[in-house]
Nanobody, 125 residues
Framework: QVQLVESGGGLVQAGGSLRLSCAAS????????LGWFRQAPGKEREFVAR????????YYADSVKGRFTISRDNAENTVYLRMNSLKPEDTAVYYC??????????????????WGQGTQVTVSS
């Protein structure tokens, strides 16, 4: 099992920045990819970004490309999501998720076996 705990959400004005953290514990050696997803009220959970646990290769949704940066600190078993130039449409509960190798595409929620509890991000206009 892998346990994930997010932190760092909050209320910020449009144009501001936040950094989310996701601390992983347990069988972290089994993690292949760690991703961030978000879910706004009344909408489906959507992919935001992902990073390979080894190697650090990253991939972003078009909606956040150039504004968000995903990074990792393997020594601390922590992944970060730096969010700049935030917009009201970025308002959502943000979740980190971990998947193992050969579990499908990083883009889809069903590929991830482990999820954090989520952290609220609210961007005011």
């Amino acid at each position: 099992q892998v346990q994930l705990v997010e932190s760092g959400g909050g209320l910020v004005q449009a144009g501001g920045s936040l950094r989310l953290s996701c601390a992983a514990s347990g069988r972290t050696f089994s993690i292949y990819v760690l991703g961030w997803f978000r879910q706004a009220p009344g909408k489906e959970r959507e992919f935001v970004a992902r990073i390979r646990w080894s190697g650090g290769n990253t991939y972003y949704a078009d909606s956040v490309k150039g504004r968000f940066t995903i990074s990792r600190d393997n020594a601390e078993n922590t992944v970060y999501l730096r969010m700049n130039s935030l917009k009201p449409e970025d308002t959502a509960v943000y979740y980190c998720a971990a998947r193992e190798a050969n579990s499908g595409s990083s883009y889809y929620t069903q590929s991830y076996a482990y999820w954090g509890q989520g952290t609220q991000v609210t961007v005011s206009s």
